[in-house]
């Protein structure tokens, strides 16, 4: 499976970013994705999961700010982040099937990432 992830940027605290991963080489529509981050000097953190039947578990920290979303004709799963705040700064993976399923343990990331950075 091969995991592209984009969008990521400088935002001001409250601000927004989508950020997308393209997949290919897995069965999109019938495979759960996951998004977890890395900030430096830290292990890695769950962030949501999305399911084939598009139910949405995020971690407490998210909800109420950020959203997960897919695309299944773009083979594309997508992050929606608002009222981004001064702990949301880092790497941002996506992945793929039972990898950091509703926050189980994230492996090692696939993707090369897409950084997020929040100053004013």
């Known amino acids: 499976v091969q995991l592209v992830e984009s969008g990521g940027g400088l935002a001001q605290p409250g601000g927004s970013l989508r950020l997308s991963c393209e997949v290919s080489g897995e069965p999109f529509s019938t495979t759960s994705m996951s998004w977890f981050r890395q900030a430096p000097g830290k292990g890695r953190e769950w962030v949501s999961t999305i399911t084939p039947d598009n139910t949405i578990y995020l971690k407490d920290s998210g909800k109420g700010r950020f959203t997960a979303s897919r695309d299944n004709s773009k083979n594309t799963h997508y992050l929606h982040m608002s009222g981004l705040k001064t702990e949301d700064p880092a790497m941002y993976y996506c992945?793929?099937?039972?990898?950091?399923?509703?926050?189980?343990?994230?492996?090692?990331?696939r993707g090369q990432g897409t950084q997020v950075t929040v100053s004013s």
């Open positions: 992945t793929a099937g039972s990898d950091c399923f509703g926050g189980s343990y994230c492996g090692a990331p």
